[in-house]
């Protein structure tokens, strides 16, 4: 079993890149142990970060970026995962 953590942020406007290269950095220099960590985009320069653990580890969420890469506080969210479906 594992446990998914997400982490979103709505970047301030033109910061998208930014905060991208600080949630990669961020994540870079958190502590071992993950299973798998991706990176995504969307518009209204939004970063989402997955992060998969297994369930007994201390799952460790990105901290908040400064204040100037954003324009509101950051969405996190912890998941359990029930099921992989293979195709």
Same mark, same amino acid.
């Given at each position: +079993?594992? #446990? *998914?953590? +997400?982490?979103? !942020? =709505?970047?301030?406007?033109? &910061?998208? %890149? ?7 950095? =961020? =994540? /870079? /220099? ?11 985009? /969307?518009?209204?320069?939004? #970063?989402? #970060? ?5 369930? &007994?580890? !201390?799952? $460790?969420?990105? %901290?908040?970026?400064? !204040?100037?890469? #954003?324009? &509101?506080? @950051?969405?996190?969210?912890?998941? *359990?995962? $029930?099921? @992989?479906?293979?195709?």
């Amino acid at each position: +079993m594992t #446990v *998914t953590l +997400m982490w979103e !942020a =709505a970047g301030a406007p033109g &910061r998208g %890149p930014e905060l991208l290269a600080w949630a990669r950095e =961020a =994540a /870079a /220099a958190g502590p071992p142990g993950y299973l798998r960590r991706e990176f995504f985009t /969307a518009p209204g320069y939004r #970063v989402l #970060v997955l992060t998969w653990w297994p369930a &007994r580890s !201390a799952a $460790v969420e990105l %901290p908040a970026p400064p !204040a100037e890469l #954003v324009r &509101r506080d @950051v969405h996190r969210w912890r998941f *359990t995962s $029930v099921e @992989v479906a293979e195709p």
